[in-house]
């Protein structure tokens, strides 16, 4: 097998059942609020239409919003709990509109039929207004199943494990057949769902035991064999990573480390260096004796709350990020002054620790292709600005509202340029296409390159050091031999190493176990 | 069989006023004899089905007094009141997702008899109406015709042996020979069983035809009261005589047609 392909299949047990219980979860509770509160409004109209607008104006949130907006409202909690919160209120609207319509649906001559016979509210309700309601009920848990289970793969950013994260990771390391895997499953799965509930009602319309019995076994073992790996240790447990053709495994020391049977969780965002970082801190630490989690794929602000809260226990982060954006420090200053006062400040505040930099640094810069820069005779970025109404620059989704878009812009005269937020790993092919002029490009990333683009000067030093930096959360910090086992990371990994595992992944197509790898071998750590 | 001198149902001073004021119904006084049918009868809106509903409660009288059986209604569980009085209504009002069986059957079985009892009562039902157990029996509402429907309807009012039926213009959706044929043959049940029942219609030909006594109503009051003779003899106001006049003229018409 393709072992692009192997890797896929193996994560999928547990990204599978990540995303089946948390679908199930949150479609039953859903289920158990909707189909009661819907059951006690239908009789009243003005009760009715008030909780049908209450439950609009949620399903009106976009859901990746709904999910992030989870994780502040629940203290910072990130995983399943703000996932499953969210998808659940997702869950209620149609099937709670669609109970409502259902039960004021049935012919009135029907209802007034089974008052005069004599039966009870409680009879008329089940004997009566739900059999004849079922069919539209059922076509609102319906709609609710399938947009649950297309909704939970947003969960993957808040750090829920989901069929998610093989989209959300196949879109930053360009690696497309990750993304349909997990577009395939996802699909599958929910047409799988919708089609065992429509049996489920057709049996209960036409009092089929026998279509009943077997619909739902089918259901059970659908759930059971897609939840089993969440309960039950395999016996093949997930296999060693993947090696390309030609490569030799990599294992380091012995067997008996100092980290034995210490379970540490391992935070990473969404782009290739993350993913590529996160392999490798993995790797050390398991050769530690450590047992790895990993929490992939996690929002910037999101990955440093769950830092904070003990969430996660190891992070790399970057220097010019905390400043900006969690410091809320606005003014660059020198590159060592920021390393230092931020590790002061992180300790004081959180009591995180700033184990050492990496040795390399990632920082925001305007990249151009060198012929157009040519063109506009642009070497530093003041050179640009008589050209600023002509230019659209492209950059990530949050550049353009942090402080160094807006103090360049300021610094610079960019203010009539035009902006284009994109995903950042979309940006490189964009301005090698002409699409857009100038991009904020990552100094690591190994397209610039390839591609040919030029980094344009920065002489006003606006732009802010981006010092790759290992964070250790209050209670790692305090764990023996975490630290520890980390130091060797520290001042190991250069500019070029960098960029050239970047390039792996982003142009050679490499998974990102394998770039960690290489990288591991490059820094002599590895065999 | 109760003592025919005491009524079973007596209403007295009988009026219903809705929230707003609108006075629906007002001092209406009616007694019906065990085995009576009476028909309630006057225009659209004149009060006479708000009459009916309110002798089972689905509609609560508010101000005057109904006695069925000796008690005051007031007194009694709408539900277990509703279980001894049979109710037919206009379209059949069939449960569309039960099969005939499970119609006919839905009163005994809330009743708690056993299934052995039950499924008696259905072909004994059945055979009242004059509908074929194996043929009908499982077939679900929309898979009969109109006069076949509202017969289920019968039957199902009369499961559960009610000594009271109440009938909201149960032959008015039929066409004129399935209504022709329904009519007689729940005059024939009714002697047969001997039950009593109060019958709301529009059409002063079917009260005519059926009932052993007539009320008419208007703007919320009873007018005129009487067996059909005595009404066709002695109308005791203008209006009477128009509801009367109808079905004479067409008589005279299909008479002179005939000549």
């Known amino acids: 097998m393709n072992p692009n392909l192997a890797e896929r299949f193996a994560e999928l047990p547990d990204l599978l059942s990540g995303h089946v219980l948390l679908s199930v979860a949150a479609l039953a509770v859903g289920m158990a609020i909707s189909l009661p509160l819907g059951i006690f409004a239908a009789p009243h109209r003005h009760l009715a239409n008030t909780v049908l607008n209450i439950a609009s104006v949620i399903q009106t949130i976009p859901g990746l919003a709904l999910l992030a907006l989870m994780v502040p409202l629940l203290g910072g909690t990130i995983g399943y709990a703000p996932a499953f919160m969210a998808l659940m209120l997702y869950s209620i609207l149609p099937i709670l509109r669609n109970t409502i319509v259902g039960l004021q649906g049935v012919d009135r001559g029907v209802i007034e039929a089974a008052r005069g016979l004599g039966l009870t509210d409680r009879e008329r309700l089940w004997q009566v207004e739900l059999p004849l309601a079922l069919p539209v009920i059922v076509a609102g848990l319906r709609t609710a199943t399938v947009w649950v289970v297309g909704a939970a793969t947003l969960a993957t950013p808040v750090g829920a494990p989901s069929l998610g994260n093989y989209i959300f990771a196949g879109l930053q390391t360009r690696n497309w057949l990750s993304v349909i895997f997990g577009c395939l499953f996802a699909a599958g799965l929910a047409i799988v769902l919708d089609q065992l509930i429509r049996l489920m009602e057709v049996a209960a319309r036409e009092r089929q035991k026998g279509l009943a019995i077997r619909v739902g076994g089918a259901l059970m073992i659908v759930l059971m064999a897609a939840t089993l790996p969440r309960f039950v240790e395999l016996p093949v447990n997930a296999p060693a990573p993947v090696l390309a053709e030609g490569e030799t495994p990599t294992r380091l020391r012995a067997e008996e480390g100092a980290l034995q049977g210490a379970r540490v969780r391992i935070g990473a965002k969404a782009f290739s260096e993350q993913y590529i970082l996160a392999d490798l801190i993995e790797t050390v630490l398991e050769a530690e004796g450590a047992e790895v989690e990993r929490r992939d794929n996690l929002g910037s602000t999101i990955v440093f709350d769950a830092l904070r809260t003990n969430e996660i226990d190891v992070l790399v982060d970057y220097t010019g990020t905390i400043w900006a954006t969690i410091m809320n420090r606005p003014e660059p200053v020198d590159r060592y002054a920021m390393f230092a006062e931020m590790s002061g400040w992180l300790y004081e505040q959180y009591g995180i620790v700033t184990l050492g930099r990496l040795g390399f640094e990632n920082a925001y810069g305007f990249a151009m292709r060198a012929d157009r820069a040519a063109e506009l005779d642009a070497r530093a970025l003041g050179d640009l600005a008589p050209h600023a109404r002509d230019l659209q620059v492209g950059g990530d989704a949050e550049v353009f509202t942090r402080s160094e878009w807006i103090s360049t812009r300021d610094a610079y005269g960019f203010g009539a340029m035009s902006t284009r937020a994109m995903d950042a790993t979309f940006m490189y092919d964009a301005v090698r296409d002409g699409q857009v002029d100038l991009i904020t490009a990552y100094t690591t990333d190994g397209r610039i390159a390839a591609y040919d683009l030029v980094v344009l000067n920065d002489p006003l030093g606006v732009l802010p050091p981006y010092d790759a930096v290992i964070l250790l959360s209050p209670e790692a910090a305090a764990r023996a031999g975490l630290a520890d086992a980390l130091a060797p990371l520290v001042g190991a990994i250069d500019s070029t190493d960098m960029r050239e595992a970047n390039r792996l992944v982003d142009l050679e197509r490499q998974t990102p176990s394998q770039a960690a790898g290489w990288l591991l071998n490059e820094i002599g750590l590895g065999e | ?259």
């Open chain 2, 1 to 259: 069989m109760a003592d025919p001198a005491t009524p079973i149902l007596e209403l007295r001073s009988v009026a219903k006023t809705y929230a707003g004021g609108v006075e629906a119904v007002r001092g209406v006084d009616l007694s019906l004899a065990p085995g009576e049918l009476l028909a309630l009868t006057g225009e659209s809106g004149c009060g006479k089905t708000t009459v009916l509903k309110m002798i089972n409660r689905l509609e609560q009288a508010s101000g005057g007094s109904i006695v069925f059986e000796g008690r005051d209604i007031a007194g009694i569980d709408p539900v277990h009141l509703r279980r001894q009085i049979g109710w037919v209504m206009q379209g059949d009002g069939l449960f569309p997702h039960f099969t005939v069986r499970e119609n006919i059957a839905i009163l005994p079985k809330l009743l708690g008899w056993e299934p052995a009892r039950c499924e008696l009562r259905v072909r004994e039902m059945m055979k009242l109406v004059q509908l074929d157990v194996d043929e009908f029996g499982e077939r679900y509402p929309q898979a009969l015709s109109g006069g076949q429907r509202q017969r289920v309807g019968f039957a199902r009012a009369l499961a559960g042996n009610p000594g009271l039926v109440l009938m909201d213009e149960a032959f008015s959706a039929l066409d004129p020979i399935t209504r022709d044929t329904l009519q007689q043959d729940f005059k024939r049940l009714q002697t047969e069983l001997g039950f009593s029942a109060v019958m709301v219609t529009h059409d002063m030909a079917e009260a005519l035809i059926m009932a052993d006594r007539i009320a008419v109503m208007r703007d919320g009051e009873i007018i005129q009261q009487g067996t059909p003779r005595e009404l066709l003899r002695a109308p005791s106001e203008a209006y009477v005589s128009q509801l009367l006049d109808t079905p004479r003229r067409q008589i005279r018409a299909i008479a002179e047609l005939d000549a």
